[in-house]
Nanobody, 121 residues
């Protein structure tokens, strides 16, 4: 079955860096758009970044552009989110997701269970 498993979350100081990983299985990873989202209690899930199946194109939310970088390794079926210069407002549960589509506002079909990131000030 489809599985997306995030890892790499934890506690980090403001200004520091963290790399999230997402391991995918159960679908043809190399043909899917992959994305990262985050959510805090009481708020809607927020899109952060997406990367096309071949890694050739990316989209970023303005809130993380220039600080976060999405990448993928199709051979390893992995997608990553490098988070630099983190801020306390980056504290959230981070999710990876997969979509068969590509574009700015697309539906994501598969979701991971999330990993908690906490940024201390």
């Amino acid at each position: 079955q489809v599985r997306l498993v995030e890892s790499g979350g934890g506690l980090v100081q403001a200004g520091g860096s963290l790399r999230l990983s997402c391991a995918a299985s159960g679908f043809t990873f190399s043909t899917y758009t992959m994305g990262w989202f985050r959510q805090t209690p009481g708020k809607e899930r927020e899109f952060l970044a997406s990367i096309r199946w071949n890694g050739g194109s990316t989209y970023y939310a303005q809130s993380v552009k220039d600080r976060f970088t999405i990448s993928r390794d199709n051979a390893k079926r992995m997608v990553y989110l490098q988070m630099n210069s983190v801020k306390p407002e980056d504290t959230a549960v981070y999710y990876c997701a997969a979509s068969i589509d590509w574009g700015r506002n697309i539906a994501f079909h598969y979701w991971g269970q999330g990993t908690q990131v906490t940024v201390s000030s």
